[in-house]
């Protein structure tokens, strides 16, 4: 049975370039996951054996500072790739925030197909560009942010990456802990938690269940993530 004939989010993956034919090729060499939050993919270091593609959840990647800080550099959800490398290691840990479902591919055998199918080649090549991108913006986010302006992007970022895969941008869904965020926006834990409060002091945002997060004044939200 072919696990990628009924895929529902495979418009969003490396997959939505090939014809039937070739997505029946790729099915061949996959191995589908389920893993529960908290779960290391791989760790930094590692043997760069394997990518995969995150099918539904959250996944975040981090590297450890050599005085035991982490830097959290992403959140991966839904149609995200990870595992590209151009060494023979992996650069970074990846690590579920919620349980996740992925497909994982070997990569020598991935590395063979993607010789046979260009089409998937040029596919990896444009996620890898968004990959760039998404990482010149956090540092963006990490250089002369203030705390509160930093807090608002990461949650107008949240609001339009769900948009953009066809979810409801608000509420927002923010899976991830407050030491998660503080350690992608180099912030402490407690700034993080500090900042959440007063924006919903101030009526910006509403703290809602299941880890949502109500922006009720986008204009504010947008002002304050400019810093004005």
Same mark, same amino acid.
């Not at 191995?31 to 760790?43: E, I, N, W």
């Not at 968004?130 to 990461?154: H, P, V, Y």
């Not at 204009?219 to 400019?226: F, G, R, T």
């Given at each position: 049975?072919? $696990?990628?004939?009924?895929? $529902? %989010?495979?418009?969003? *993956? /490396?997959?939505?370039? &090939?014809? $039937?034919?070739?997505? +029946? +090729?790729? @099915?061949?060499?996959? !191995?589908?996951?389920? /893993?529960?939050? #908290?779960?290391?993919?791989?760790?930094e270091g590692d043997t760069a054996d394997a990518l995969?593609? %995150? *099918?539904?959840? *959250?996944v975040k990647l981090y590297k450890l500072l050599p005085d035991g800080r982490r830097q959290i550099t992403g959140? &991966? /959800?839904?149609?995200d790739f990870l595992g590209l490398s151009v060494n023979e290691s992996y650069a970074y840990t990846a690590e579920s925030v919620t349980s996740a479902s992925l497909c994982r591919f070997p990569r020598k055998k991935i590395d063979v197909l993607m010789d046979e199918f260009p089409k998937? !080649? +040029?596919?990896?090549?444009?996620?890898?560009?968004?990959? &760039?991108? @998404?990482? !010149?913006d956090q540092m963006l986010l990490l250089g002369r942010k203030t705390a509160k302006e930093k807090i608002c992007s990461f949650l107008l970022m949240l609001s339009q990456r769900a948009a953009r895969r066809g979810h409801?941008?608000?509420p927002v869904f923010v899976p991830m802990s407050r030491a998660d965020i503080?350690?992608?926006? #180099?912030?402490? *834990?407690?700034?993080v938690s500090r900042t959440f409060t007063q924006l919903k002091t101030v009526g910006v945002i509403s703290l809602q269940e299941g880890n949502k /997060?109500?922006?009720?004044? &986008?204009?504010?939200?947008?002002?304050?993530?400019?810093?004005?």
């Amino acid at each position: 049975m072919n $696990p990628c004939g009924a895929c $529902p %989010v495979r418009s969003l *993956t /490396v997959c939505a370039a &090939l014809d $039937p034919e070739e997505v +029946r +090729r790729l @099915a061949e060499i996959l !191995q589908t996951m389920r /893993v529960d939050a #908290g779960h290391t993919l791989f760790s930094e270091g590692d043997t760069a054996d394997a990518l995969y593609n %995150v *099918t539904s959840g *959250t996944v975040k990647l981090y590297k450890l500072l050599p005085d035991g800080r982490r830097q959290i550099t992403g959140f &991966l /959800v839904t149609g995200d790739f990870l595992g590209l490398s151009v060494n023979e290691s992996y650069a970074y840990t990846a690590e579920s925030v919620t349980s996740a479902s992925l497909c994982r591919f070997p990569r020598k055998k991935i590395d063979v197909l993607m010789d046979e199918f260009p089409k998937m !080649q +040029r596919r990896l090549f444009s996620m890898a560009s968004n990959e &760039l991108a @998404a990482a !010149q913006d956090q540092m963006l986010l990490l250089g002369r942010k203030t705390a509160k302006e930093k807090i608002c992007s990461f949650l107008l970022m949240l609001s339009q990456r769900a948009a953009r895969r066809g979810h409801k941008e608000n509420p927002v869904f923010v899976p991830m802990s407050r030491a998660d965020i503080a350690d992608y926006l #180099g912030l402490t *834990t407690e700034t993080v938690s500090r900042t959440f409060t007063q924006l919903k002091t101030v009526g910006v945002i509403s703290l809602q269940e299941g880890n949502k /997060v109500l922006i009720a004044d &986008l204009d504010a939200m947008y002002d304050l993530a400019e810093g004005s």
